[in-house]
């Protein structure tokens, strides 16, 4: 914000033009930061010691396309009881993460449907459509900004001389909030999806839906997931599918018994 108003009293007419592409960049530098810079320094790290599973986690993401270069352990048990593992990095720094909260409870084939949903998450892409959609977002809200503080009569309700002015921070953030609220019902709706996606890359990896659904049902149990949440909350809340609905379509998709 303080970037934003040197430039907007710098280039009060044509500010939008600089500051478009560089939030852009920004999601962007911060996506590829994150799993190399920020992760160390909320989390320690530790190779997974168990070779056997640290080997079929590494054939496994090779099937899947998305060679890994490392298996490692997160002490997440230091905050939380919740259970995940998740894909982080690009190219060398590419790997897998497993929480030790998993590990000390789920069984190996459990770590392995849940790494595999992880990957499936890389190998459809979402990771970089995921952060492309979020570029885009930060385009779309400089310039509904800059169009809104072009308004004479905005600034002056908001007591602000010019767009470089600190007193439109407060309606700059309430401009990105209301923003974000109104996509939010899409986002989560496109969020779902994926993580249908890569629910069904899971169960195809491991060809194990029977185990998949045991999967699910126990990290419900672990990370007290909402199991039959209301439509609203569903819609606006609901990055992932109801645990019930997973379980069904990974019921659905194993075969009949004779």
Same mark, same amino acid.
């Given at each position: 914000?303080?970037?934003?108003?040197?430039?907007?009293?710098?280039?009060?007419?044509?500010?939008?033009?600089?500051?478009?592409?560089?939030?852009?960049?920004?999601?962007?530098?911060?996506?590829?930061?994150?799993?190399?810079?920020?992760?160390?320094?909320?989390?320690?790290?530790?190779?997974?010691?168990?070779?056997?599973?640290?080997?079929?986690?590494?054939? +496994?993401?090779?099937? $899947?396309?998305?060679?890994?270069? /490392?298996? %490692?352990?997160?002490?997440? =048990? @230091? !905050?939380?009881?919740?259970?995940?593992?998740?894909?982080?990095?690009?190219?060398?720094t590419r790997r897998v993460v497993v929480y030790d909260t998993l590990l000390s409870r789920g069984s190996p084939q459990e770590?392995?449907?849940?790494?595999?949903?992880?990957?499936?998450?890389?190998?459809?892409?979402?990771?970089?459509?995921?952060?492309?959609?979020?570029?885009?977002?930060?385009?779309?809200?400089?310039f509904l900004v800059f169009g809104l503080l072009r308004s004479h009569a905005l600034l002056d309700a908001i007591g602000a001389s010019g767009p470089g002015?600190?007193?439109?921070?407060?309606?700059?953030? +309430?401009?990105?909030? $209301?923003?974000?609220?109104?996509? /939010?019902? %899409?986002?989560?709706?496109? =969020? @779902? !999806?994926?993580?249908?996606?890569?629910?069904?890359?899971?169960?195809?990896?491991?060809?194990?839906?029977?185990?998949?659904?045991?999967?699910?049902?126990?990290?419900?149990?672990?990370?007290?997931?909402?199991?039959?949440?209301?439509?609203?909350?569903?819609?606006?809340?609901?990055?992932?599918?109801?645990?019930?609905?997973?379980?069904?379509?990974?019921?659905?998709?194993?075969?009949?018994?004779?």
């Amino acid at each position: 914000l303080v970037g934003f108003l040197a430039l907007a009293d710098a280039m009060p007419d044509a500010w939008v033009w600089v500051a478009a592409p560089l939030a852009a960049a920004v999601v962007f530098v911060l996506s590829f930061l994150a799993p190399v810079v920020f992760e160390p320094l909320f989390n320690r790290f530790r190779p997974l010691e168990d070779e056997s599973l640290t080997e079929s986690l590494r054939a +496994l993401s090779r099937e $899947a396309g998305v060679p890994v270069r /490392d298996v %490692l352990v997160a002490d997440a =048990s @230091r !905050r939380t009881t919740k259970e995940n593992a998740y894909v982080s990095g690009l190219g060398a720094t590419r790997r897998v993460v497993v929480y030790d909260t998993l590990l000390s409870r789920g069984s190996p084939q459990e770590v392995r449907l849940v790494v595999a949903h992880e990957l499936g998450h890389r190998r459809d892409g979402h990771v970089l459509k995921g952060t492309l959609t979020a570029a885009l977002g930060a385009v779309v809200v400089a310039f509904l900004v800059f169009g809104l503080l072009r308004s004479h009569a905005l600034l002056d309700a908001i007591g602000a001389s010019g767009p470089g002015d600190p007193a439109v921070v407060p309606f700059v953030l +309430l401009v990105a909030a $209301a923003a974000g609220a109104l996509s /939010d019902p %899409l986002g989560m709706a496109v =969020s @779902r !999806r994926w993580e249908r996606a890569a629910d069904r890359t899971s169960i195809e990896l491991t060809g194990d839906p029977t185990g998949f659904a045991e999967m699910e049902r126990n990290l419900s149990i672990a990370n007290l997931s909402e199991l039959a949440p209301s439509r609203l909350a569903y819609a606006l809340t609901f990055s992932h599918p109801a645990p019930a609905e997973r379980i069904a379509a990974a019921r659905a998709a194993a075969p009949a018994r004779t």
